[in-house]
């Protein structure tokens, strides 16, 4: 397995009280876009997060209208996580539609053309090999599936990085580490590299909440 740069990842625990107390409007972005993008609506469809965190997504995503029948996959590098979305979940009786397995974002353990959705937030910038998760998203999509990234980026406005760090001292959380994310058109040249050019977009917002970071979408034909 690849080794990863897990220097600025919080103990589990902290980082569920953190994401689901104070990340809210963060969240409610790539909901409202998994939402637009679901094309199975009533149907049951899959969807896998890529370093899911605790799963605080896929809660959410579970509740939201066409989604309440998907089988809904995290995986996470850090087994810490792992183990307290699993007890969560079994907890909530959450478990029939929601998983959280250890695994590794540069090699999915899934067949190509597995899921209908695959998401990730803020994840790609502490992997080493960002081109080769792109391709592995992009693998394990159906076709027609779509896959949707969003992360924070280094060229955001610093008026809204402002905003954000006020959000993480809230959580007693230092201020974040911009210098370690993508700017937009280096996400462009990691698709490029990854032979994506013709199936995706990077696109940012020039203010607001959402010009904290940018959407990656990718689509499988
Ligand atoms: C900042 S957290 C984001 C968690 C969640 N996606 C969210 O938005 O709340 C980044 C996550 O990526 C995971 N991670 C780091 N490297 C990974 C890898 N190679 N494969 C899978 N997950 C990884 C970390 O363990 C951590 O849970």
């Known amino acids: 397995m690849k080794d990863i740069n897990l220097k600025n990842i919080m103990p589990a625990t902290e980082y569920e009280a953190y994401t689901s107390k104070y990340l809210k409007p963060w969240d409610a972005m790539i909901l409202k876009r998994c939402a637009e993008e679901n094309n199975q609506k009533s149907a049951q469809g899959t969807l896998l997060d890529v370093g899911t965190g605790t799963g605080v997504l896929l809660e959410e995503l579970h509740k939201i209208q066409g989604f309440e029948n998907y089988r809904l996959i995290g995986i996470d590098y850090y087994q810490d996580n792992v183990i307290e979305a699993t007890a969560k979940f079994k907890e909530r009786s959450l478990d029939n539609y929601i998983t959280v397995v250890q695994g590794d974002a540069h090699a999915l353990d899934f067949s190509d053309d597995t899921f209908d959705m695959v998401i990730s937030r803020a994840t790609i910038h502490h992997l080493v090999d960002p081109v080769k998760a792109l391709q592995e998203k992009y693998r394990v999509l159906k076709p027609n599936g ?18 954000f760090n006020a959000l993480r001292a809230k959580a007693n959380y230092p201020p974040t580490k911009v210098h ?33 970071g940018y959407e990656v979408k990718i689509w499988k034909n």
């Not at 779509?146 to 905003?163: A, G, N, S, T």
């Open 146 to 163: 779509v896959c949707l990234i969003h992360d924070m980026r280094r060229d955001v406005p610093i008026e809204i990085l402002e905003k």
């Open 180 to 212: 370690e994310k993508y700017t937009v058109s280096e996400m462009r040249a990691f698709l490029d590299q990854a032979g994506l050019s013709d199936c995706s977009y990077v696109y940012a917002e020039d203010n607001g909440m959402a010009a904290l």
